[in-house]
């Protein structure tokens, strides 16, 4: 379970240890779209005649993550959700050189037990 400062607290499971889910608000999603730079290409053409990590490219999808679940949970927020559970990631070519990112998850309302 992670809170962070967007006060939306997420989860890739379907409940919160120590809480209670008490209202449903259905699906949220947040997505991005990103193409790859020119500059990582002639890095990574290099990268793989030698072997190793694309640094580029885990920086973008890094960044491209953040972005997804910054929407997703700027979507939760704007329905009134307090978490959201069942947390994914997908992806999908656009077109050549280009991905979409896609967060999503359920909107809940959370509370702690008593």
Known sequence: MATNTSGITLSNIEHFPGYVIT???????????RAKH????IM???KNIVGGELK???ELLN???????????????AVGA??????????ANIA?????ILAY????????EV
Do not use: K, P, W
Request: zero cysteines; hydrophobic letters at 40%.
């Open 23 to 33: 209202r449903h608000l259905g699906l949220v999603q947040g997505s991005t779209v």
């Open 38 to 41: 020119v500059g990582r290409d």
């Open 44 to 46: 990574a053409s290099l």
């Open 56 to 58: 580029g490219y885990t």
């Open 63 to 77: 960044e491209s993550r953040q972005e997804a679940l910054n929407r997703m949970q700027a979507q939760a927020r």
């Open 82 to 91: 307090n978490a959201v559970i069942n947390v994914r990631f997908s992806t």
């Open 96 to 100: 050549a050189g280009a991905a979409e």
């Open 105 to 112: 998850g359920t909107a809940v309302v959370i509370q702690r």
